[in-house]
């Protein structure tokens, strides 16, 4: 049993919450899939629960993503339908209507009613969505759905993947075990046209929708919204989260401890996929932790870990173990975040590679094994304000763009 | 001789007009440059003339950026002197003084006062520069400075440039010839640390300093600022104009056919220029224009054009020869740019790849043709207005980032 003030991982993933059941399939949605690999996943709550979700801020918006965002507003959600192998995004009103029926065959299939399905799909991007695949083996994978089906529906979301992403945490709330849980899929856009993060997370605590949702927002600004790949942002992303909690469970309420201890173990699980994702991006080889402190603003903060997190030099440096932080200086030069070049210092894993904007005396072997390392932090130090912003990222690798050079 | 209407392209570069001289010699500024290529370069005008310039809008400036910047208020400027193997910059205090040493040591080899020569460098940041080499060499570089000096000038500055890169222009105002001409070296940060952009040119047109500075300016906003490789900025981008024209030519005034002429000309070899910078890009395979119409406003076009062109994931997939549509539509999405989803036509070559934000029935091979290309065009259509904006780039290549990843 966890104590009342602590949180902890427990095996298990999108079912390990009370009430929750997955199962999941391989229907053959996409015509150049050889595998048998599972394509399409159901998620579902046993009793009546309520959702909360984050979508992409793309302006391009998958068809999925415009039916969640509708679904939501339904004051009970008790099911998520997911595949993989094509992203119906880019397909028009026909997309549209596709998303539609793959919630409305969910919804028949479990008694359930259409708004109270959500809908995410990932693959290719411009291809119609074979809905009569799904629809065909919608019935049977409801029948087999049980409380052991979360790492058959973690691995039929996969695309470019090489590993399912499957956690769960738990804590209590006086005395009674609260469970948060959920599968994940990769980060970058992925395979030919494929696009991207996609988060299914469940809960058996009891909140309300609009607690949930400020929740679910603030674990995700902590998160998924820090890190970065490739810097492109798909039509697709999509994080969501049912809670079912019984009546007679506490209440969470905002402004409490037990609501605080519910926030942290939300954002701990979300950092524990983000981190996963960005471990298992595409082809690359090193995880970097970009820091920057001392910004006159959170928005400079913002733009110039941006700035550094996706330049190419400066990720190309990286990938070579090449201590290179005037690449650094640079970027942060053209972010658009405030900067006096002669106060900024740099730091590799906490060893000082430039101080006021120019070269320390640190031997450049010593630089060179801090990012050599397989992960490390760069640290600037803008020492023009109090903001500070961190965001996740990676190398650039021959092999990552090889693998993104299409078919 | 052109005639009255038309510039024509003639041979030579930065001492094609009238009145300029150039050489270059090799001083051993970088420590690790093994070759005898030169690394020292100047250019200097025999009579009185004006300068224009438009030096990284980053906000951290090599110390010869900053230098030049000061020096551009003299009313009369004659010479510009150029070194590569180390950029100057993020140098501090020392990197400044070092600048004006080396203007001062081009200056007194050739009789003019300080302020009167421009300084830029090109290479390692971060390095302090070695100016005594510079010194040393400068008399001995001065003496045999001549009329034939600008092909030697353009191999100083190259960097990881294959090629040097020189070109000339000639037009007439009334019936008297004018020239321009000039070098210039590559784009893409450049080797470990190596920094960027710098273009060197001359005219014998007899021009008022501000009216020159607007003509540069204005062809700079059309050449150079729509080029991108990498989309990282330097701290060294320098462009600069001397302007020798004789008090009894013909003046130039803004609002004349002469001025127009002038100004078309000097674009177009703005315009060569930063054609030869892309094609000679970084070992990038392809080049690219991106030209996106039909926004709502300039800025959105330029967000949406620049977005296309620096997603890594959209440059993987020309160098992949994928005629990968959905990749432009997502980052036109996430560009900032005011989009209808519905509404974007999206064509290679002009052979039509999305219409209305889908899928057209063009066979995937006629596509993939057009992506084949070493040269094709990305035509994006927002049907939003009538604002547009083009830019120049390049594929992302495996051997792009062998190339970057430094030591």
């Known amino acids: 049993m966890p104590s009342d003030q602590d949180w902890k991982s427990i095996p298990g993933g999108v079912t390990a919450a009370a009430g929750y059941f997955a199962w999941a399939t391989h229907c053959g949605i996409s015509p150049t899939g050889s595998s048998r690999k599972p394509d399409l996943a159901v998620i579902h709550s046993d009793r009546a629960a309520v959702a909360a979700a984050t979508f ?29 192998g094509n992203a119906n ?44 695949k799904i629809e065909r083996a919608m019935p049977r994978m409801v ?21 399912p992403k499957e956690a769960a ?65 798909s039509t697709n992303d999509t994080v969501i989260l049912l809670a079912n909690g019984p009546r007679d469970a506490p209440l969470l309420r905002p402004a409490t401890a037990e609501f605080g201890r519910f926030q942290a173990a939300l954002t701990h699980l979300c950092g524990q996929f983000a981190r996963m994702i960005v471990l298992d991006g595409e082809r690359v080889s090193k ?20 700035a550094v997190a996706n330049s190419m030099l400066v990720k190309c440096a990286w990938y070579g173990s090449d201590p290179n932080w005037g690449r650094i200086l640079d970027a942060v030069g ?45 640290h600037i130090n803008l020492h023009l304000g109090l903001a500070e912003h961190t965001i996740y990222t990676t190398d650039l690798t021959p092999a990552y763009v090889r693998f993104n050079m299409g078919e």
Chains 1, 2 share one sequence.
């Open 56 to 84: 992409t801020t793309n302006q391009v918006k998958a068809a999925p993503v415009r039916v969640s965002t509708m679904h939501l507003r339904s004051a009970s959600v008790r099911a998520i339908v997911l595949n993989s």
């Open 143 to 163: 029948r087999r759905s049980g409380r052991n089906g979360s790492a058959r529906a973690a691995r039929a979301i996969m695309t470019s993947d090489t590993r």
């Open 334 to 378: 053209y972010s658009g975040a405030r900067v006096r070049e002669e106060r900024v210092d740099i730091f590799y894993n906490g060893v000082s590679a430039a101080r006021g904007g120019m070269a320390t005396r640190t031997p450049l072997a010593k630089l060179r094994d801090a990012v050599s390392a397989a992960q490390f932090t760069v």
């Open 287 to 306: 995880f970097v932790e970009v820091r920057v402190t001392g910004a006159a603003t959170r928005i400079d903060a913002r733009r110039a870990a941006d």
């Open 169 to 233: 945490v738990q804590f209590s709330v006086r005395g009674r075990p609260v469970t948060i849980g959920g599968i994940a899929k990769g980060a970058g856009m992925i395979d030919p046209n494929m696009a991207t993060m996609l988060c299914a997370l469940t809960t058996d605590a009891n909140i309300g929708k609009r607690h949930l949702q400020r929740a679910l927002s603030e674990a995700v600004e902590q998160s998924f919204n820090r890190i970065t790949v490739d810097g492109d942002m």
């Open 89 to 132: 995004a880019c397909t028009g009103l026909p997309g549209i209507q596709a998303a539609q029926r793959m919630a409305r065959s969910t919804a028949v299939a479990l008694g359930l009613k259409e708004e109270q399905v959500l809908v995410c799909s990932t693959g290719r991007i411009g291809v119609p969505l074979p809905v009569e």
